[in-house]
């Protein structure tokens, strides 16, 4: 079946700090999602992403859709302690009634 | 004010018991999910219904057993439980099936 391939898997970095993760694929996506896990929660969508090349932003989050379609990168700017949890993405093909999500990026950040 | 609802947060049980998870959303949403998080937090989509008839069901064993007695409402009852079914059960909701809302999760401890 269809993998998304996430890395880094985890990340330490210091409060203020800048964060890229990304996610790669095998297979093409239309549309490519990330979300946000806050430990004790569910999953929530911060940034989706329809076409190619796409750039995207969300206050100090910003993600891509690589040009390739097979392929999203998200960065965080200026890290503050409530970044902290996991962040997956998602990709969806037209007409598929799920999403594929990676295996998440595990965000902890020291103060 | 709750969008997605699951009740319990908790649960505790003995090898072979049976149990049931609830979920509701107030979204007014078409489509409902369950998904399976294990202890490396990866996402696995288990079933998913559409104004309550099942539309996706992910070679899960038929120990669980989904049910939508309305659009509002998705059910997972899980039938002699094992060791291995240990693990945070999220509901989610959605009217696109990129943009979906979940739930708090239910964690799952069998003992």
């Known amino acids: 079946g269809q993998q998304l391939n996430q890395s880094p898997q985890s990340m330490f970095i210091q409060e203020g700090e800048d964060v890229s993760m990304n996610c790669t694929s095998s297979?093409?996506?239309?549309?490519w999602l990330w979300y946000k896990q806050d430990p004790g929660e569910g999953p929530v969508l911060l940034i989706a992403l329809y076409k190619a090349g796409e750039l995207t932003s969300n206050g100090r989050l910003t993600a891509q859709f690589g040009t390739t379609r097979k392929d999203s990168f998200l960065n965080i700017s200026a890290s503050i302690p409530s970044d902290v949890g996991i962040y997956f993405c998602?990709?969806?093909?037209?007409?598929?009634?799920?999403?594929?999500f990676g295996q998440g990026t595990r965000l902890t950040i020291n103060p | 004010d709750t969008a997605v609802s699951q009740t319990p947060k908790y649960l505790v049980t003995q090898m072979g018991n049976d149990k049931s998870i609830k979920c509701e959303q107030n979204?007014?949403?078409?489509?409902m999910y369950w998904y399976k998080q294990d202890s490396k937090k990866f996402l696995k989509i288990m079933f998913s219904y559409n104004n309550k008839e099942l539309i996706i069901n992910e070679t899960v064993p038929n120990r669980f057993s989904p049910k939508s007695p309305d659009k509002a409402h998705l059910n997972l009852h899980i039938n002699s439980l094992e060791l291995g079914d240990s693990a945070v059960y999220f509901c989610?909701?959605?009217?696109?099936?990129?943009?979906?809302?979940f739930g708090p999760g239910t964690r799952l401890t069998v003992l």
């Open positions: 998602a990709g969806h093909i037209q007409g598929a009634q799920k999403l594929v």
């Open positions: 979204l007014g949403h078409d489509t």
């Open positions: 989610a909701s959605s009217q696109d099936p990129r943009k979906q809302f």
């Open positions: 297979s093409i996506f239309n549309t």
